[in-house]
């Protein structure tokens, strides 16, 4: 059962009452497999990243056990090279159908054991997937290319794909912070890490000539944001100048510039990076503007065609709402929540001086 200790944290007026918060923690429940796999939605695939992503809203909600064996499913299923298949058929790790290995799904691990770890206090379960984390590490620092920045892939053959995302970089530097985190409780120095991740970070703020252009998706938008990279003045100005172009009045956040298409999860995730400015009026605008994506039964529809007043596509997705949870969890003072997207209390790694 839900704790109700935890479970207030999950209330925010005109987002969640109780009654709904517990409706949703149930629902991705529901979700999730025997064996502790947490697919999109039963019968669809599964991702390492969105999985992470259900298993923290988990743990906010006081699911620990839930929680815990999701990342035991990780442990259990990671391959050989450290990563884990781009993509599951329903959480069965017997059938990939995405071979390639994402690198900053392969990296979010860090945040969500670091995360588990803040949220129960259980070292036990921290040394059981310390090890897990150090090999995810090193895998995705294999592709960490000379500017810091971080390529996005290898290909189901192994080979690296060199070309690095902005988005998938940020979320990678949060992971990097979280392991040294991580390495710092356990009293095992990190240099190389430290080393990468100041070099990542530097690369996110100062250089986007290293990163593919992409900036039609609101993601490369808010995400040096929301991973950590950006903060003050700069991220405030980011946010001014991309508001306009990707939010929605009353609707939510645009996936894509110009497409007419709210989504729930990019919406979840800028009310977040606005917390982590301090901006918590607009988060929670943000989130009481996605309000018409909840569907019964507790989950969120993935997104929203305003053109055609029509929901898409037909899919209640458990990431959905484990972003909307998280969001609601870090604006009612969930210290775990916090601690992983506010980043003031992470190692933020050696910043370079030049380059």
Known sequence: MTSPGRTERLVLPGVLTAAQAAETVAAIAGVQRADGAIPWFRGHHLDPWDHVEAAMALDAAGEHARAEAAYRWLAEHQLPDGGWYAAYADGDADRPTDRARESNF??????????????????????????????????????????????????????????????????????????????????????????????????????????????????????????????????????????????VPGLGVRCVDPNPWVTGGESAELALALWALGDNDRAVDILRSIQHLRADGGLYWTGYVFEDDAVWPRELTSWTAGSLLLAVAALGGDEPTAAVFDGGTLPAGLEPRCC
């Open 106 to 247: 392969c990296a979010y691990v860090a945040v969500g054991v670091w995360h588990h770890h803040l949220s129960t206090g259980d070292d036990a379960f921290t040394e059981r997937m310390w090890p897990v984390v150090a090999r995810a590490v090193t895998h995705v620092l294999e592709l960490q290319q000379p500017g810091g920045q971080i390529g996005w892939k290898r290909e189901a053959d192994g080979t690296p794909v060199r070309d690095a995302l902005l988005t998938g970089s940020s979320s990678v530097y949060q992971a990097l912070r979280c392991a040294l985190a991580l390495a710092e409780h356990r009293g095992e120095p990190q240099p190389d890490w430290e080393l990468a991740a100041g070099w990542l970070g530097h690369a996110v703020r100062r250089h986007p000539e290293r990163f593919l252009d992409k900036n039609r998706y609101s993601m490369d938008w808010y995400y040096p944001i929301l991973g950590g990279a950006l903060r003050g003045a700069d991220a405030e100005e980011r946010i001014a100048a991309g508001w306009d172009r990707f939010v």
